[in-house]
């Protein structure tokens, strides 16, 4: 059974940072291709960064150059490190294996003064 458990949510002031994680059991993060999206209220479901099993990262226009994706294949996590956070980055930040319908519970993200 796959689950992922995500972390590191926070209310944070407009140009500072915070990293999320994403636990995973029941697949191997290292073979998959993972991603991190975010959901803010009235707005569907956008897919900000994913790393392929091979490394190679990509991201969203919105977040390139802020956003760092990465992985712990010894602990079997995802992380998105954030930093230059703007208020347009308030959502609920969820890790999936991209093709796949399994979510977490997601951590919520506020940027606000």
């Known amino acids: 059974q796959v689950q992922l458990v995500e972390s590191g949510g926070g209310l944070v002031q407009p140009g500072g940072s915070l990293t999320l994680s994403c636990v995973v059991s029941?697949?191997?993060?290292?073979?998959?291709?993972m991603g991190w999206h975010r959901q803010a209220p009235g707005k569907t479901r956008e897919l900000v960064a994913h790393?392929?099993?091979?490394?190679?990262?990509i991201y969203a226009d919105s977040v390139k150059g802020r956003f760092t994706i990465s992985r712990d294949n010894a602990k079997n996590t995802v992380y998105l490190q954030m930093s230059a956070l703007k208020p347009e980055d308030t959502a609920v930040y969820y890790c999936?294996?991209?093709?796949?319908?399994?979510w977490g519970q997601g951590t919520q993200v506020t940027v606000s003064s």
């Open positions: 999936n294996k991209l093709g796949t319908n399994h």
């Open positions: 029941g697949l191997t993060v290292r073979t998959a291709i």
């Open positions: 790393i392929m099993a091979g490394g190679s990262t």
